[in-house]
């Protein structure tokens, strides 16, 4: 007697819609609670990026930490979430990408805690760290979500709402902190992280849909070889000021092992037979510019957005709060062109028009910011934030949705965390640039203006004769020196937005190398079986 034939194993996959559908990969059954869920993890995570920086001189405090032990307080973080970033996607496929966006979520809110509770800088460091780790999972996969339930007629307007989370989260951040930590203490920086991690935590338990897992093997050597080399760029990128940059041997140090280990990185990735990226993502033309358009955001956007704060602070006189306030204009500004940019994308818009237009409302933008002196009024810093949130809204959204139209739904996840993993590190690389050319510029503005410092220039006192006055005449050196320093920091702070200006300016060619995509209903290729 024949046996019978084996039961039919179910494929686990979601139907994929055939090319040209208006159907969303993963329908869920309430879009708008599963969107609130996913917001709320992702801000999150971009909140704890600066939310923490306002608090450090009382964490130092507290923890009798010296300056050099309490920076790891920041470092760790950025460097725990750009060496897990690139593992999204396996892990993704691996345990499943619902899994992973809950296990993420669950372990940030966790790390968070124990950052509240740390007892001496060690513990702090490493619970910083590990919430790195944890929340590095969650911006990748917040995407991927946005986009992977929602129908392809609607993913614009999802790209811009998750698109204001990641914008207004590093403006919100220090404004959040420095009231929770006035109000407070610095330990409550970490504990409003509870209520709304256990918020989304819920919804995603209650709501998220999940891709199917793919038993696909860890490239082990290459995911070394990349997390050493971001980690020394890290570094470097970090302590580079502390050390005096390549006067230092420990900076050698670090550029060795990242062009070392990055070329290493680079032949294993075009050699192995299954590499920690699928190389079917940068075979995508339009993919590969998005990322130079990644670098270039990051490093035009972050690095503004750590300039500004001190200079109003130190400057300007402004309170953190005060500061907070003049800025979140931007954050308006930016909410506003991620609407319009994905209305206009919807109506078939060229969307590499509307990408140049935002670089060069941005560029128009630190245009008016060089021209700034110490007698800017609150309305000129407003309008300035005003203008420059709306170019990055109209770059931002435009550049994901032709980043992932033409992507396999399958790459998603990787293409996500690689995308954020650009504009992370343009940030860091934009961030150290700034800093640098702005404690130079400082230091050679000074020189200048001293030079000019003299009985004829001051019209009132002679220089020269003013130790003569004791005391008094200590007094009047060092108020005359204070001004000094005020006007020389404040050239260095123009001369950083002209150079920014000019990045800006210069990303636009990176545009023209893309080909049009239809995006008002982005064909989707099918996955491979």
Known sequence: MASAAPPLERDPRPAVPAPGDDVALLPVENNVLLTIGVMTASLLQILDTTIA???????????????????????????????????????????????????????????????????????????????????????????????????PSVQPQMMALWGMGIMIGPILGPILGGWLTENWNWRAVFYVNLPLGALALFLLVTLLPSRRITRRRFDLAGFALLAIALTSIQLLLDRGNRIDWFAS???????????????????????????????????????????????????????????????LQHLFGYSVIDTGMVLMPRGVGTLISMQLSGMLVRRGVDARYIMALGFALTAYSLYDMAGWSLVADREAIVWASIVQGLGIGLVFIPMN??????????LRTEGSSVLNLARSMGGSVGIAIVTSLLAVNIQVSHQDLGAHVTSSASGVIDVSTVDRFQAAGTAILALIDGEVNRQAAMIAYVNDFWLMMWLSLAAVPLILAMRKADLRLPPLKPEPQ
């Open 249 to 311: 041997a420990e900076a050698w140090v670090y550029a060795g092992l990242a062009v070392s280990a990055g070329w290493m990185a680079a032949v294993h990735f075009f050699t192995a037979e299954r590499p920690l990226f699928d190389r079917d993502l940068f075979a995508d033309p339009n993919f590969i510019v998005a990322i130079a358009i990644s670098l270039a955001l990051g490093v035009v956007m972050l690095a503004t957005m750590a300039l500004l704060p001190p200079m």
């Open 53 to 151: 920086n306002v608090a450090i001189p009382h964490m130092q405090s507290a923890l009798g930490a010296t300056p050099e032990e309490i920076s790891w307080v920041l470092t760790s973080y950025i460097i725990a979430t750009a060496v897990a970033m690139p593992i999204t996607g396996w892990l993704a496929d691996r345990i499943g990408s619902r899994r992973l966006f809950i296990l993420s979520t669950a372990g940030f809110v966790v790390a968070s805690m124990l950052c509240g509770m740390a007892q001496d800088i060690t513990q702090m460091v490493l619970f910083r760290a590990l919430q790195g780790v944890s929340g590095a999972f969650i911006i990748p996969l917040s995407q991927a979500a946005m986009v992977d339930t929602n129908k």
């Open 401 to 410: 949705s032709m980043a992932f139209a033409t992507l396999a739904p399958a």
